[in-house]
């Protein structure tokens, strides 16, 4: 799966993203189509949307699991590494939901960076 196939799956998810896709240069490279997604969630966060916020974390592992070196990439650099600015506000106990949620991978790239960077 590459980031084309990525933002279809995206917008099947979340079709108001469709709007955000519409700017060609979002659309680009995986990175972009990476950041659109991460302000989504980060947008479903915030609202409380727990339903699909949850089916969001599972397109994310789906993303990660099957995607090419270039995506999953992009869900490392971008993803993964925002969650802390993700979840901040949050409660704990929605924060361990969504961490329950990902993928051991995913929760195990964010481990490596958290303890690589000395946090």
Request: aromatic share 10%; charged share 25%.
């Amino acid at each position: 799966m590459n980031h084309t196939d990525a933002v279809k799956e995206i917008i099947k998810l979340i079709p108001e993203s469709q709007e955000e896709f519409k700017d060609s240069y979002k659309t680009k490279t995986p990175f972009m189509v990476i950041s659109v997604f991460t302000k989504q969630i980060k947008k479903l966060i915030r609202n409380h949307d727990q339903k699909i916020l949850m089916k969001s974390i599972t397109k994310m592992n789906l993303l990660y699991s099957k995607g090419d070196q270039a995506l999953k990439n992009a869900i490392e650099n971008i993803f993964v590494y925002s969650l802390d600015s993700l979840t901040f506000c949050c409660e704990s106990s929605y924060k361990d939901l969504i961490f329950a949620k990902m993928s051991l991978p995913l929760q195990n790239n964010y481990l490596r960076q958290v303890y690589k960077s000395g946090i």
